[in-house]
């Protein structure tokens, strides 16, 4: 297992323009994720982006107990088993508890790690892909430490993910600074630009209480800048009916819509240089 987690990481690495990781945000249904996949697979084969099908067994870290959470991990991982059988996808899930690093290795390719970095020794244990998402609270020097962390379990197959940063009490803002900075990882870099779109506990519900809010007219602009600026990969949570996505729907890009980005960014791909380092020279200048 352990050979196939570095052969896709190798490929994702050197993977032009970017690669991309999307699917809905959690599992519904074994129907709707599997019609799901076969619809981003088609776009993405059309396109020529490598895919990993991301969508999760559980929604753990909810505010309200009442919130749509998914199957559960058991059921969720045979769904997910599905999936990659029956459109020879790879995988990525998140984990919420070092317990879980092992099933979830089994199924997934890439274990997802959702800011909670106490389970990253336990996932890097499995020998699969780490993708470490950024703390909404951290700073970009965090994600160096985690990389190694994840190294010095013996697995060099990681990768590190910008998702926002917390701004005042309900709102996430994008930083592309860390775009840049988190190359210091020495690792491949992804940007959420679902996820650090979204506004926390923002919108207020009929009948009272919260759940989370979110500005999905902005995922084209922090698309576009994290293209531009060289990412390795992209993340996002695609859904086929965004208004009834019983969770995170706000910051859900629409299918119908999906092509059409990806388009875009692979445009913008074509001619930014955002992967190479400028090479600023502060000699004098004459005419």
Same mark, same amino acid.
């Given at each position: 297992?352990?050979?196939?987690? $570095?052969?896709?990481?190798?490929?994702?690495?050197?993977?032009?323009?970017?690669?991309?990781?999307?699917?809905?945000?959690?599992?519904?249904?074994?129907?709707? +994720?599997?019609?799901?996949?076969?619809?981003?697979?088609?776009?993405?084969?059309?396109?020529?982006?490598?895919? +990993?099908?991301?969508?999760?067994?559980?929604?753990?870290?909810?505010?309200?107990?009442?919130?749509?959470?998914?199957?559960?991990?058991?059921?969720?991982?045979?769904?997910?088993?599905?999936?990659?059988?029956?459109?020879?996808?790879?995988?990525?899930?998140?984990?919420?508890? $070092?317990?879980?690093?092992?099933?979830? !290795?089994?199924?997934?390719?890439?274990?997802?790690?959702?800011?909670?970095?106490?389970?990253?020794?336990?996932?890097?244990?499995?020998?699969?892909?780490?993708?470490?998402?950024? !703390?909404?609270?951290?700073?970009?020097?965090?994600?160096?430490?985690?990389?190694?962390?994840?190294?010095?379990?013996?697995?060099?197959?990681?990768? +590190?993910?910008?998702?926002?940063?917390?701004?005042?009490?309900?709102?996430?803002?994008?930083?592309?600074?860390?775009?840049?900075?988190?190359?210091?990882?020495?690792?491949?870099?992804?940007?959420?630009?679902?996820?650090?779109?979204?506004?926390?506990? !923002?919108?207020?519900?009929?009948?009272?209480?919260?759940?989370?809010?979110?500005?999905?007219?902005?995922?084209?602009?922090?698309?576009?800048?994290?293209?531009?600026?060289?990412?390795?990969?992209?993340?996002?949570?695609?859904?086929?009916?965004?208004?009834?996505?019983? +969770?995170?729907?706000?910051?859900?890009?629409?299918?119908?819509?999906?092509?059409?980005?990806?388009?875009?960014?692979?445009?913008?791909?074509?001619?930014?240089?955002?992967?190479?380092?400028?090479?600023?020279?502060?000699?004098?200048?004459?005419?």
């Amino acid at each position: 297992m352990a050979n196939s987690a $570095s052969l896709l990481y190798d490929q994702l690495k050197v993977a032009e323009p970017f690669f991309l990781f999307a699917g809905p945000n959690v599992i519904e249904s074994e129907e709707h +994720v599997l019609r799901m996949a076969k619809s981003i697979k088609e776009i993405s084969t059309t396109l020529g982006l490598p895919l +990993v099908f991301k969508s999760s067994f559980d929604k753990a870290n909810r505010t309200s107990s009442k919130s749509f959470r998914g199957p559960g991990m058991p059921e969720g991982l045979k769904i997910l088993e599905k999936v990659k059988v029956a459109y020879d996808l790879p995988i990525v899930t998140d984990v919420h508890e $070092s317990s879980q690093c092992e099933a979830v !290795g089994k199924v997934a390719d890439v274990i997802q790690i959702p800011a909670f970095l106490y389970l990253l020794v336990a996932a890097a244990q499995t020998g699969k892909i780490i993708n470490i998402k950024k !703390g909404q609270f951290c700073g970009h020097s965090v994600m160096r430490n985690s990389a190694e962390k994840v190294r010095l379990a013996g697995n060099p197959n990681v990768m +590190v993910c910008e998702r926002g940063t917390m701004f005042g009490y309900n709102d996430l803002i994008v930083d592309p600074r860390n775009l840049e900075w988190m190359r210091e990882a020495d690792c491949p870099v992804v940007a959420d630009i679902t996820h650090s779109l979204q506004q926390p506990a !923002g919108k207020k519900l009929d009948g009272g209480g919260v759940a989370s809010g979110g500005l999905r007219e902005l995922i084209p602009c922090v698309a576009r800048t994290a293209v531009a600026v060289g990412v390795n990969g992209i993340f996002m949570e695609v859904h086929d009916d965004p208004l009834n996505a019983p +969770v995170d729907g706000p910051t859900q890009w629409p299918l119908r819509h999906l092509e059409e980005l990806l388009e875009e960014l692979i445009a913008i791909a074509s001619v930014t240089k955002g992967k190479q380092q400028f090479q600023i020279d502060l000699t004098p200048y004459r005419d």
